[in-house]
């Protein structure tokens, strides 16, 4: 069975930097598309960033220059490193893969 587990995250003071590990088993990270998306209480989840199986990295404007996805083929494991933390950037962040697989969330807070 297809899954992805998540790993990192935090607490961390603004302008510092966090990742977000989204490890997947039962398939391979390189036959799918995979995408990183926030949630805060209340709100819908948005979209932040991503990985084709093919191409560049693709990064909302929320994130852009501030982020980078790195894909460890070996490990099945690709991380979103983000920083220049900031307090709005404060949410549940979800990896998802482009065959409708979720990770189970990853709380990231900016706060001082």
């Known amino acids: 069975q297809a899954q992805i587990v998540q790993s990192g995250g935090g607490l961390v003071q603004p302008g510092e930097s966090l990742s977000v590990s989204c490890t997947v088993s039962?398939?391979?990270?390189?036959?799918?598309?995979l995408d990183w998306y926030r949630q805060t209480p209340g709100m819908q989840r948005e979209w932040v960033a991503g990985?084709?199986?093919?191409?560049?990295?693709t990064y909302a404007e929320s994130l852009k220059g501030r982020a980078t996805i790195t894909v460890d083929y070996t490990k099945d494991t690709a991380i979103l490193e983000m920083n220049s933390l900031k307090p709005e950037d404060t949410a549940t962040y979800y990896c998802?893969?482009?065959?409708?697989?979720w990770g189970q969330g990853t709380q990231v807070t900016v706060s001082s």
């Open positions: 998802k893969s482009g065959n409708g697989v």
């Open positions: 039962g398939m391979r990270i390189s036959s799918w598309s």
């Open positions: 990985i084709p199986i093919l191409g560049q990295t």
